[in-house]
């Protein structure tokens, strides 16, 4: 049974900056994409950034370039996602999720098999 936990999130000042966890058990996820997507009220799940965990190959969304960076630590089985330069826009509740790597790293939620609880990020202005 694969779980996922989130943690790391919280309220921050516009320009600041939090790191998300997501700590994975219940697999090896040497073979597996793992992702982060966000959610704010009233709006669809969007993607943040996801990560080949062999390999480490990442891919990230526009919006988010230049200031998030995601990242894994093998030791730990954590997903990280480093977030600077926050905005207001950015909040919403992140999500970190997981699917058997198949070729590619999906951009897209309904492809993913695994998710965690979410955290809440806030951002004031």
């Known amino acids: 049974q694969v779980q996922l936990v989130e943690s790391g999130g919280g309220l921050v000042q516009a320009g600041g900056s939090l790191r998300l966890s997501c700590a994975a058990s219940?697999?090896?996820?040497?073979?597996?994409?793992m992702g982060w997507f966000r959610q704010a009220p009233g709006k669809e799940r969007e993607f943040v950034a996801a990560i080949r965990w062999s390999g480490g190959s990442t891919y990230s969304a526009d919006s988010v370039k230049g200031r998030f960076t995601i990242s894994r630590d093998n030791a730990k089985n954590t997903v990280y996602l480093q977030m600077n330069s926050l905005k207001p826009e950015d909040t919403a509740v992140y999500y970190c999720?997981?699917?058997?790597?198949?070729?590619?790293?999906?951009?897209?939620?309904?492809?993913?098999?695994?998710w965690g609880q979410g955290t809440q990020v806030t951002v004031s202005s």
């Open positions: 999720t997981a699917r058997p790597y198949s070729g590619y790293v999906p951009t897209r939620a309904g492809e993913y098999d695994y």
């Open positions: 219940g697999r090896t996820f040497s073979s597996y994409a």
